[in-house]
Nanobody, 120 residues
Framework: QVHVVESGGGLVQPGGSLRLSCAASGSIFRIDAMGWYRQAPGKQRELVATVTRGSSTNYADSVKGRFTISRDNAKNTVYLQMNSLEPEDTAVYYC??????????????WGQGTQVTVSS
């Protein structure tokens, strides 16, 4: 089966940085778009950034200029570099990926989430 796992979350002071990683593994034929989403306390899950297989990116206005999404297709991994973090960035961050497994149909896979807390 296909697994998607995030890592890299933690506690950071305002203005600090974190780098999140998300690796997909299993019987994968192809991965198209990958993305990061987050869910803050009391809010619905929102899109943070996405990247296509060809490395075209888009960002939520709230993170543009501070966050950078990238991917390594050979490693089936997507990254989120987060700089100038603010308390408002505190959330559980989730990775997703559009994956075509061997012998199956296209599906969107989600990771379990990783906690990012920005606090002084």
């Amino acid at each position: 089966q296909v697994h998607v796992v995030e890592s890299g979350g933690g506690l950071v002071q305002p203005g600090g940085s974190l780098r999140l990683s998300c690796a997909a593994s299993g019987s994968i034929f192809r991965i198209d778009a990958m993305g990061w989403y987050r869910q803050a306390p009391g809010k619905q899950r929102e899109l943070v950034a996405t990247v296509t297989r060809g490395s075209s990116t888009n960002y939520a206005d709230s993170v543009k200029g501070r966050f950078t999404i990238s991917r390594d297709n050979a490693k089936n991994t997507v990254y989120l570099q987060m700089n100038s973090l603010e308390p408002e960035d505190t959330a559980v961050y989730y990775c997703n990926a559009e994956i075509l497994p061997y012998g199956s149909r296209w599906a969107v896979s989600w990771g379990q989430g990783t906690q990012v807390t920005v606090s002084s």
